[in-house]
């Protein structure tokens, strides 16, 4: 019963895997041979069985593994999590919902029980077992949002919604695609985004502020975002960049199955209940081409894909160097023949 | 219903006189579960089905978000509305199911404020009760301004009284005692929020005041309570949906929509959140504009209504519906 949980580094040695039926949940996020910038945001509700989505809040073999790497970028930069002095009770919304939903979702991992304020924690994978006061940050060892984060798969950033407007204010950052969340920190939604090319003459954030800050209580919603990795690295932050940065240039038509790693972004957004703020996880999957084109439908696709991105966000996303060599290896598994629509593999 | 908030199934477990306008309603989860945690400010709309028609009217959460095991609502009644107000105080028993939505807040505290100054009239108070509620547990700093016309309808003055003491400073209309709102708004501390709710003449008042001193808009915020109101029936033609619909003296327009089986989102329905707005196609006639959605601009030009307030008097209406 329960997840068998890898040991492996996403580091030094990267030796990060997939188990088989780890690479047929891979969120594969082409619906199509083609991708453009959408508001592709849909209703966060439970998905099929043995999918990413068979939980709200997804725990899976790299669980342990994820939680030693973020332990080690936290101890060499605590500003990766930060929480502005506002958003504390946020932090505590955040907490609740997650120590619920991974103990709903993986009974045999994790077990909240509480009696009134007085709660107790249960996460069998890191050994922990403490007991707490509800609301009272002296009774944890850290805040609430670290404390919980540093449990927890995924980036998450914390929104205060105010003036009609998102709030960068609070957030647990060690897994990202090149961005800091020290240099966003009390940023608005618009400031946030604004080195994102294309998107802004498409009106798009306009009109995802407005859906964002009309989320509900009860009805998370949902995205997937995409870039590529090289090597499969967490930490690809502007703060670390002198050291996956150069990897761009290490890449070959021999170790291109080996180092090239599509990385898909789970995106969720959640209201919180106390704070009224928006809770926004970024999980973060990996998948290193090898293991990605053993399903067929995939490589065709994303050849197809990565073959016609628009230059400008070739660029964004930072493939440009490696581009050529990555589709012309991708080009020999693809016959041409058409692809079944949706996402999942035949 | 398929747009706006997730349904909670409730039994009214209590219903209180309070004084001779309002009563209290107490609602408790049908499957003895506790309720969603909501924030000081959020409101839950109530859906109630009387005889034929069914109305889904706003109210503020006026409990301690603290307590979910019920929630509380005040209902003050309106004798020349359109009628919800008296269908709560006349048909509402203890026992009867009803369904109301999961808590929605668009009169949210801003927590990074170093004091929250609240200004309450009637029964404007009611999103109060719950802030206040969520601040003292935290050891917020605030101070609430409470104008009511007697004593006897200054509703909950004497439970905040008791709870919060000095905090709570209460004006009646009687007696011709009068909030010195310029005096007040010049002496507040830096970092201090504005909260106004009460009835429309009030909130205009203190946000001109505010803006004339100098307080930035950010750290002014207020919730109207606009009740549709009652007005001549009129004919509207869906063209999205090819229904040609009637909307009586005392439904709204988005009831009557609602009632063709055509489900706009909403969320306030109080011409607020700006959710339900509506293209108008074409018209010959008059709006009614009651909203505090669209701009004046909007207003004039004809080619915009928000059905939840708003009503129309003329020949013809075509909405993109």
């Known amino acids: ?346 | 219903m398929s747009t706006g908030t997730t349904k909670l199934d409730v039994i009214v477990s209590d219903v209180v006189p309070v004084n001779e306008l309002v009563t209290r309603f107490h609602f408790r989860r049908r499957d003895g579960q506790l309720l969603p945690t909501f924030s000081g400010g959020a409101h839950v709309v109530v859906e109630m089905r009387d005889g034929e028609r069914t109305r889904l009217n706003p109210y503020s959460l006026m409990g301690s978000p603290l307590d979910t095991r019920e929630y509380t609502i005040s209902v003050r009644r309106d004798d020349v509305g359109r009628g919800g107000s008296l269908f709560m105080h006349r048909s509402v028993r203890p026992g009867l199911e009803m369904v109301i939505s999961y808590p929605v807040n668009l009169f949210s505290l801003d927590l990074r404020a170093r004091k929250h100054l609240m200004l309450a009239g009637g029964i404007g108070i009611t999103p109060f009760m719950a802030q206040t509620a969520q601040l003292a547990a935290e050891g917020g700093n605030f101070e609430l301004h409470y104008t009511c016309r007697t004593a006897s309808l200054g509703t909950y003055a004497d439970v905040l009284r008791e709870r919060y003491d000095r905090r709570i400073r209460l004006y009646h209309d009687d007696r011709d005692e009068r909030i010195e709102l310029d005096r007040l708004l010049s002496t507040q501390p830096l970092g201090t929020h504005l909260y106004v709710c009460g009835p429309s003449g009030m909130i205009g008042w203190v946000r001109d005041r505010a803006a004339a001193l100098g307080w930035p808009s950010e750290t002014v915020h207020f919730e109207h309570f606009a009740a549709p109101q009652p007005g001549l029936p009129f004919d509207v033609t869906l063209a999205v949906s090819g229904k040609t619909i009637r909307v009586d003296e005392q439904q709204s327009l988005l009831e009557a929509i609602e009632a063709a089986g055509v489900d706009p989102p909403y969320l306030c329905r109080g011409g607020v959140c700006g959710q339900c707005e509506t293209n108008v196609v074409s018209y010959d006639g008059k709006f009614i504009h009651n909203d505090h959605w669209l701009s004046e601009e909007d207003h004039r030009s004809g080619c915009k209504i928000m059905p939840c307030v708003s009503r129309f008097e003329g020949r013809s209406l075509v909405l993109e519906r």
Not at chain 1, 88 to 109: I, K
């Open chain 1, 1 to 346: 019963m329960g997840i068998t949980f890898r040991k492996e580094t996403f580091r030094d040695d990267f030796t990060f895997k997939n188990s088989p039926e780890h690479i047929r949940r891979f969120p594969f996020p082409f619906h199509e041979d083609a991708y453009m910038y959408a508001v592709n945001i849909e209703p966060h509700v439970v998905g099929p069985k043995g999918s990413v989505l068979e939980n709200l809040i997804d725990v899976d073999e790299h669980y342990v593994a994820e939680m030693q790497d973020r332990a080690l970028v936290l101890a060499e930069d605590p500003l990766r999590c930060q929480s502005l002095p506002h958003m504390t009770l946020a932090g505590w919304d955040l907490l609740e919902l997650l120590m619920e939903q991974q103990a709903l979702g993986y009974p045999e991992h994790f077990t909240l029980s509480r009696d009134g304020d007085r709660w107790r924690w249960i996460n069998r994978p890191l050994g922990i077992d403490d007991t707490f006061t509800f609301g009272d940050t002296s009774t944890l060892p850290y805040g609430p949002m670290e404390y919980i984060t540093r449990q927890s798969q995924g980036d998450f950033c914390i929104l205060d919604q105010r003036d009609g407007n998102l709030w960068m204010d609070a957030g647990m950052v060690t897994t990202q695609a090149d961005w800091s969340l020290d240099f966003d920190i009390g940023m608005n939604f618009f400031e946030w985004h604004a080195p994102v090319p294309l998107a802004h003459e498409k009106g798009i954030f306009v009109r995802a502020l407005k859906f964002l800050t009309n989320i509900q209580q009860g009805k998370p919603a949902r995205r997937l975002n995409w870039t590529m990795t090289i090597n499969p690295r967490l930490d690809t932050s502007p703060e670390n960049y002198h050291k996956w940065g150069p990897d761009r240039t290490t890449v070959t038509p021999e170790n291109v199955g080996d180092k090239v790693h599509l990385r898909v972004e789970l995106q969720s957004f959640w209201r919180l209940p106390r704070s009224n703020g928006i809770v926004f996880p970024i999980r973060c999957y990996l998948i290193k081409m090898d293991e990605l084109v053993t399903q067929p439908k995939w490589a065709r696709r994303l050849h197809r894909v990565i073959r016609d991105l628009p230059d400008e966000l070739a660029n964004y996303k930072g493939l440009t160097r490696y581009r050529p060599t990555l589709v012309e290896w991708l080009s020999k598994l693809d016959d041409g023949s058409p692809t079944s629509p949706g996402f999942g593999p035949d």
